[in-house]
């Protein structure tokens, strides 16, 4: 299957995403130019199909916009991904953006987890709160059920490190939904 469509509607949030697994078209509007320009860098570096449309209470702020998508986007893959069996499971990626440096490695285990070791010098990407970037991974470990470890050793530009995260995070997960040799679950206990 390796495909899904999620709808959460929200007095706060309207979501759709379609998700491909093994590629197709991107198309995204959140209504947060930056938080636009992520997910399609993700949906591009990732191989994925992805079309997302939000229609969010960006009078508020960003934070529900982007932590609801996280929330979804999140929700597809789990979906996508069904029982987990058939893939490499693990994936692993540096990205380094100019003067910053990002780091992603995944695990596809069914354990929900994040790691986020990142700051930002400037509080804003044009309309985008940097600090709600730990709230759309998050948002995403929790409902893909994707044991998450992001780290930005170094890094000075915000535009630059969260880029780069989100990059990093699209080919680590490239890596692990290829689909596997035998079709089998990669686990000793035989499932996730």
Known sequence: MRKAEVIRNTKETQISVKLNLDGGEVNVSTGIGFFDHMLTAFGVHGGFGLEIKVDGDLE???HHTVEDTGIALGMAFNQA????SGIKRYGSFYIPMDESLAFCSLDISNRPFL?????FEQELCGDYETCVTEEFFRAFAMNSCITLHINVPYGANAHHEIEAIFKAV???????VEK????AVLSTKGVL
């Open 115 to 119: 790691v986020f070791k990142a700051s």
């Open 81 to 84: 991904l069904g029982d987990m």
């Open 60 to 62: 508020v702020d960003t």
């Open 170 to 176: 699209a080919h680590a997960l490239s890596i692990a």
């Open 180 to 183: 596997n040799d035998d079709g």
